[in-house]
């Protein structure tokens, strides 16, 4: 389904759930009983009830962001080489869940070096992969220097939404890849939850999905799906259960991982663990084999679709409209490609998935179509507890 079609469905909803919601309230006042000694009917306990909708309206913006997520459609490469005489590591091509993957794929990275204890290791990237993959190399002993052309919070994982969901990642998968993409989502998923705290700025929120049709199980999600444990309090709830303005609600809770905090903690424990850093950017790959370490990480993002050819790499770019930060909001929102995260710098509306498009321009038809459905979205969200409220009085 295309984007504009996915919104005009979205809104379609919106008003029909309108629809519905006056009817029902015209019907309680009609049953009403005369005298008002009746006691209240027992309000029912519907999902989402209690929640605060996100007030959105152009005087909240802050910015609008661009970034490229670095795809692959046969999924991440964590592959290891030889080099003229050195060893070369290579861990990037991680789509849209590079964050939720990378202390997974990171592990998988230094596992393949047999041991690191005492040895110099280059890393070349600053993003989310260069510094766990730094941080774990430092963590079985090895001296690390960090190259790499920007550090956070200049580098696309800054742009992050942060979900802990790995979302377009792969296209086509062999059991090899699923193997290795299984392993390393356990992996991290484990990994983030001894990170919870506001010193990481990793935290639990539910997250909610809404359709018009009853949510699909996939490979990955849903009943059956290799990742499904990690949908920790997963339930589909059905129309009437709910009081989001679409027909069906799938829930489950996971983690946010705040990029602003988290990337800069994650700096701050490599840099404490005594990487040296050199900012430099690498031509190319013989330049990359010519450093002087032995053992070498590639965690260059896009980047390695340049420097080491790899022409499967294409960026799909996204956008994000962050508004002013609400605290009561305090829980996700999904419906079909756009998204509500809650952040504690800001609240984050999203979001696109243009691919192959290099341009990270911000456009501001897509900011504009972004916040307005979002709006309307949570207005009859807003509604609908009203007139639930209204109902049950
Ligand atoms: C809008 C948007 C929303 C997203 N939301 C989520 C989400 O909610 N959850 C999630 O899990 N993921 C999300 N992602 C995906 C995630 O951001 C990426 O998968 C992840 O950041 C990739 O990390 P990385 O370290 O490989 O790349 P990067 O962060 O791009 O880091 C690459 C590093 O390599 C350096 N580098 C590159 N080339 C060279 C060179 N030639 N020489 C020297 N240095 C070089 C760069 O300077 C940089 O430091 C989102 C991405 C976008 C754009």
């Not at 919601?21 to 029912?44: D, H, M, V």
């Not at 341009?359 to 900011?367: E, G």
């Not at 972004?370 to 509604?383: C, D």
Request: net charge positive.
């Amino acid at each position: 389904m295309n984007r504009r079609r996915s919104l005009s469905l979205a809104l379609a909803s919106l008003a029909a759930g309108a629809a519905s919601c006056r009817r029902e309230e015209a019907s309680q006042a009609a049953a009403k009983p005369a005298e008002a000694s009746t006691p209240p009917a027992p309000r029912k306990n519907l999902e989402g009830q209690s929640l605060t909708p996100v007030e959105i309206d152009p005087s909240l913006e802050i910015r609008t962001i661009t970034g490229l997520r670095p795809f692959r459609p046969s999924g991440f490469v964590v592959r290891r080489e030889e080099r003229e005489g050195k060893i070369l590591v290579h861990n990037y091509g991680h789509g849209g869940g590079g964050i939720t993957l990378s202390w997974g794929t990171s592990q998988q990275a230094v596992s393949m070096v047999e041991s690191v204890s005492g040895q110099s290791c280059a890393v070349i990237g600053g993003g989310v992969m260069g510094l766990s993959t730094a941080r774990l190399l430092q963590l079985r002993g090895a001296k690390v220097t960090l190259y790499t052309d920007a550090l956070p919070p200049d580098t696309t994982s800054n742009i992050a939404g942060g979900h802990w969901w790995p979302v377009s990642v792969f296209d086509k998968r062999t059991p090899e890849f699923a193997a290795q993409f299984i392993e390393a989502a356990r992996f991290a998923f484990r990994y983030f939850q001894r990170l919870a705290g506001p010193h990481w700025g990793v935290r639990w929120v539910p997250s909610y999905y809404l359709s018009e049709v009853p949510p699909e199980n996939g490979w990955i999600a849903g009943p059956g799906g290799v990742l499904h444990e990690t949908q920790v309090g997963f339930r589909d709830f059905g129309p009437g259960e709910h009081i989001f303005p679409a027909k069906y609600l799938r829930r489950f809770h996971t983690m946010m991982i705040e990029p602003s905090i988290y990337l800069q903690a994650l700096l701050r424990d490599v840099q404490i663990g005594g990487a040296a850093i050199e900012i430099r950017r690498f031509p190319s790959a013989d330049e990359v084999v010519k450093l002087p370490q032995q053992v070498i990480f590639n965690c260059t993002g896009l980047g390695a679709r340049d420097l080491f050819a790899d022409a499967e790499l294409t960026p799909i770019k996204g956008q994000l409209t962050i508004l002013k930060p609400q605290p009561a909001v305090d829980y996700n929102l999904i419906m079909g490609r756009y998204y509500m995260f809650s952040r504690a710098d800001g609240i984050v509306l999203g979001g696109t998935y243009d691919k192959g498009n290099w341009n990270l321009a911000p456009d501001d038809a897509v900011r504009r179509e972004i916040v307005e459905g979002q709006r309307r979205l949570f207005e009859q969200m807003r509604a609908n507890q009203q007139g639930i409220l209204a109902a049950a009085r």
